[in-house]
């Protein structure tokens, strides 16, 4: 049995941004003391790459299942974000 793609994705996102908003609370309670700064650039951090973790989802569950057509669509997507983050590193 194949995992449910929208359910799958939807799951990674939802993660992402827990935890994301998780951290950066964190971070917020911890910088009233002088030192929580870190925690909140993870928090960012965590949420900017949420989605390019939902497409990798996507892209898996799409595979099991073999429907090609659109794990290529997903593929496309990850190599154009990945380049996208590339390109903003340098």
């Known amino acids: ?42 928090g960012i951090l965590v949420l900017i790459v949420s989605p390019f973790l939902g497409v990798i989802v996507s892209f898996t569950v799409l595979l099991l299942e073999k429907d090609w057509m659109w794990a290529g669509v997903a593929a496309v997507l990850f190599v154009v974000t990945a380049i996208g983050i590339i390109i903003s590193l340098n």
């Not at 935890?19 to 993870?42: H, N, P, R, S």
């Open 1 to 42: 049995m194949t995992p449910n793609l929208n359910r799958s994705t939807a799951l990674a996102l939802r993660i992402g941004i827990i935890a994301g908003v998780i951290l950066m609370i964190a971070g917020l309670m911890v910088d009233v003391t002088g030192g929580g700064e870190w925690l909140l650039y993870l």
